[in-house]
């Protein structure tokens, strides 16, 4: 084989609030664990452009309450196997039995259609030419879906052609342009049979994508699937980079952006409490296991928060400091509450960090030295430090995900998935070989360890010779003469 070589998420419910109604009554009796340093220079412009220079010191870690204990464990993959190679990596979530699941439900999708079909069925050509997707088809096809990835084109035919200048002799290799298209036209994820119908109980949106995402997936934030189809699931996010998709929630390691877990939004549900607000509802349908342990394990946890949601106490609720200024802060047991501004207000709330600060100094042409201090509570930079860990994971989904045009949206989310699948194992394998990889590399590795799993091939052969242009029978030496007696 020849080697060939754009969202999860952040909108205005990314906030987590722990306070119940009851804790707004305490508001009052809170007052007295407000604390507000001591003044620092504001700046009086603070809209020029700065640059870290010095951090004067360490900042200091923040918090040592009893229950919250010190985290000295190993991060990072346990179990590995030893040697593991690129394909195997990516087996651990494609595996052999998810690879069945897609060869069963294509195969019996495909009869259900030409059942559902009849007498008109023979007379297609996808029915006529089928045959029965094995799991070496599966993988060449999972192969050559990923290795499209590196080149994009705006047609599955370009990546058949036989144009001199456009050609790629390893896809041919691989499989037949309309074998490539028959599977993804009968490609299933589920029998269609065990679909409840709607209005009854049991009944789900995601019925199509099921059975995968649960094979798949055992920090909370959004992302955008790039869809502009007929769906009820179909939203507009005008601020993101894809404006028309599916929105989904992901939960992703804050240093590597491995993705742990996921969840389609499904809209509206008359299923809920409608006093729950839709974060709440991700928050506890994703973290809340994950809070649980962390709080056996004595763990903490930080985010930021709108100031106008219930159970924020008034004094942060209230305050409004200025660019320059010590923090605000309030503290309800374990949760601590900040209001601070640097160039911009934030608001934070946290169980890990206590209500230290740090000064910092930044470039600025409007101060003495060309430096002016910087008060910055410890929260602020571990918040910092660790937020973006799913716009890591959006920038390495949305590297190589072709845009596969289709009408159906689950193909969407099937091919977002498999991309995560890549992904993943990338962040795997970095972190069992620290060297640096090169993400297009290991992506062909993979695609080749796929094929060597498949059974040798009959070489095709052709019926006849390979026409010449021009045709030998108009050249010269072939035009018709006289035949004398």
């Not at 346990?78 to 990516?90: A, H, K, Q, R, T």
């Not at 490609?187 to 789900?204: E, F, K």
């Not at 160039?343 to 100094?361: G, S």
């Not at 019926?463 to 004398?484: E, M, V």
Request: net charge positive.
């Amino acid at each position: 084989m020849e080697a060939i070589y754009s969202e999860i998420f952040m909108d205005s419910d990314d906030e987590i609030s722990r306070v119940t109604a009851a804790d707004i009554s305490r508001e009052v009796d809170m007052s007295g664990d407000v604390s507000e340093g001591s003044s620092v220079s504001s700046v009086s412009d603070c809209s020029d452009e700065e640059d870290d220079v010095v951090i004067s010191g360490r900042a200091p870690s923040g918090y040592n309450h009893s229950w919250l204990r010190d985290f000295s464990e190993v991060v990072g993959p346990i179990g590995l196997p030893d040697n593991i190679s690129e394909v195997d990596m990516f087996r651990l979530f494609i595996t052999d039995d998810v690879l069945n699941m897609l060869v069963t439900e294509t195969n019996r999708y495909q009869g259900q259609v030409r059942a559902k079909k009849g007498a008109d069925a023979s007379l297609s050509h996808s029915f006529k030419k089928w045959k029965e997707v094995t799991a070496d088809d599966m993988r060449s096809f999972i192969a050559v879906t990923l290795l499209m990835g590196l080149a994009p084109r705006s047609s599955y035919d370009l990546y058949w052609t036989t144009e001199s200048l456009l050609e790629m002799p390893g896809f041919r290799e691989i499989m037949s342009r309309n074998r490539f298209q028959a599977i993804l036209s009968f490609l299933h994820l589920v029998d269609n049979t065990t679909a409840v119908p709607r209005g009854n109980p049991g009944y789900s949106k995601v019925f199509k994508i099921r059975p995968f995402v649960d094979a798949l997936l055992p920090l909370v934030d959004e992302s955008m699937i790039a869809l502009k189809g007929r769906t009820n699931l179909m939203q507009y996010m005008p601020m993101k980079p894809s404006k028309w998709g599916m929105k989904a929630w992901a939960l992703a390691d804050s240093k590597t952006g491995y993705l742990w877990n996921w969840q389609l939004y499904l809209g509206k549900e008359d299923t809920h409490d409608p006093t729950q607000g839709l974060a709440h509802r991700v928050v506890t349908s994703l973290v809340a296991p994950l809070f649980k342990e962390l709080v056996v394990n004595q763990t903490g946890a930080c985010g930021t928060l709108q100031s106008n949601r219930r159970g924020v106490p008034a004094a942060v609720k209230a305050a409004k400091p200025k660019a320059g200024e010590h923090p605000i802060s309030a503290r309800d047991d374990n949760l601590l509450y900040i209001s601070w501004c640097d160039k911009r207000p934030l608001k934070l709330i946290t169980t890990a960090q206590d209500d230290n600060t740090f000064e910092n100094h930044v470039r600025s042409k409007h101060h003495a030295a060309n430096v002016r201090v910087v008060t910055k509570p410890c929260a602020v930079v571990s918040y910092t430090r660790h937020m973006g860990c799913v716009d890591r994971l959006d920038k390495q989904l949305t590297c190589y995900l072709l845009a596969h045009r289709t009408c159906k949206w689950w193909k969407k989310i099937y091919f977002y998935l498999l991309e995560a699948c890549f992904v993943n194992s990338l962040v795997l394998w970095r972190a069992k070989y620290p060297g640096r990889v090169k993400a297009e590399k290991f992506r062909v590795q993979i695609a080749r360890g796929l094929l060597a799993l498949n059974q040798p091939r009959a070489s095709s052969s052709f019926h006849g010779r390979r026409a010449s242009y021009p045709p030998a029978r108009i050249s010269a030496s072939h035009y018709p003469a006289l035949n004398p007696k």
